[in-house]
Structure formats: C-alpha cells, structure tokens
C-alpha cells in the first residue's frame, strides 16, 4: 500500500493551494480518507476527512469554510483545496485511511502518506 500526497509549496497568505493523495495497493473506496498536519515545534492534528463514497465530510474548526476536502474513487485520489490559506496552516500535510467513518483520531488511521509541506508566508 501506497499513498503519496503532493501539491505542497510556498503561498502567500490569502493565497490557495490544492493537495492531492495519490494511493495505490489500498481498496480506496472501502475506506475513509483523512489529512492531518503537524506543524513546526507541534504535534500532529486532524485536518479533514471523508466518507469512503464523499456523502459526508468532517472538518477541524478551524478550517471550516476555508478547506474542501474531496475524493475521486475512479482515480483512487484524495483531495483537499485549501483557500484563504493562514501562516499558521504552515505544515507538512499528511493523507492517511482509516475504516472508523469520520474519525478525528490518528490511531483509528491504518496507512499514512509522506507529507508535503505547506508555508504559507509573504
């Protein structure tokens, strides 16, 4: 299993960035699909996270209205468009798949991606 997550890079405050989470060997549409970020000097956080067909989605309150997260079953991807973007949403972003629906819980995720980094700065 898989999961390689990108579309990381430098944006300024205000600015949008799209991740993606390319996965592989994982029967993705049997599983939840989350993104946690840890930032600089902090543990790692829940960011999102969606339903194993997208009918519900889960969001960290302090992204609600700025982040979407979405998935595409046919091309087993996992994404997440990132608007309005905040310094402190500067960390590596991190994909991962859980069989817990909704969990906000790192423990209940099975497989993890490597991270991009996100900083956001002028």
């Not at 390689?4 to 799209?18: E, H, I, K, N, T």
């Not at 996992?78 to 906000?104: H, I």
Request: contains cysteine.
């Amino acid at each position: 299993v898989q999961l390689q997550a990108s579309g990381g890079g430098l944006v300024q405050p205000g600015g949008s960035l799209r991740l993606s989470c390319a996965t592989s060997g994982l029967a993705f549409n049997s599983y939840d699909m989350g993104w946690f970020r840890q930032a600089p000097g902090k543990e790692r956080e829940f960011v999102a996270a969606i339903s194993w067909n997208g009918g519900d989605t889960y969001y960290t309150d302090s992204v609600k209205g700025r982040f979407t997260i979405s998935r595409d079953n046919a091309k087993n991807t996992l994404y997440l468009q990132m608007n309005s973007l905040l310094p402190e949403d500067t960390a590596v972003y991190y994909c991962a798949s859980s069989l817990v629906q909704g969990s906000r819980i790192e423990s209940h995720y099975d497989y993890w991606g490597q991270g991009t980094l996100v900083t956001v700065s002028s």
